[in-house]
């Protein structure tokens, strides 16, 4: 529900009737009153500014669950076509990059290791 403030005001207005009621029967000056209603005012107008431009969480949140239809990247090609922002998206294809180069190194190294041993144990043992 949206900030209505004519509704604000007037609950605000009818509770200070009430406390400045209060008040005065219990004795307080109209200078001290009056102070007091200056400062809820202020208050008053305060809270009033935030309301009137804060969005619900729940109309909010509708709205952005509405826009994103898009499915979960399953794979990172998924998850690499849905960046939007350029220079994090070749940051990332550098890194997958690098990370494919440094596992087929391994692999090789691995395999060139396995080769050796082998290749050992033919010549010393054939």
Known sequence: MAY???KAEYKWKL???REEKILR?????EDTIEAIRFYDRQAFNSDRRYYERVQETDTY???VAASTDQAEPKTVQD???YIENQ???HV???????KEKVQNDVWIAVFMQLFLVA?????FRG
């Open 92 to 98: 990332l294809i550098t890194v997958d990059r690098l």
């Open 25 to 29: 029967d219990s004795g307080v000056t």
């Open 119 to 123: 290749l050992d144990k033919s010549i």
């Open 61 to 63: 949140l509708d709205t």
């Open 79 to 81: 998850f690499l076509d």
């Open 4 to 6: 209505n403030h004519g």
């Open 87 to 89: 220079e994090l998206f």
């Open 15 to 17: 509770w200070k009737e």
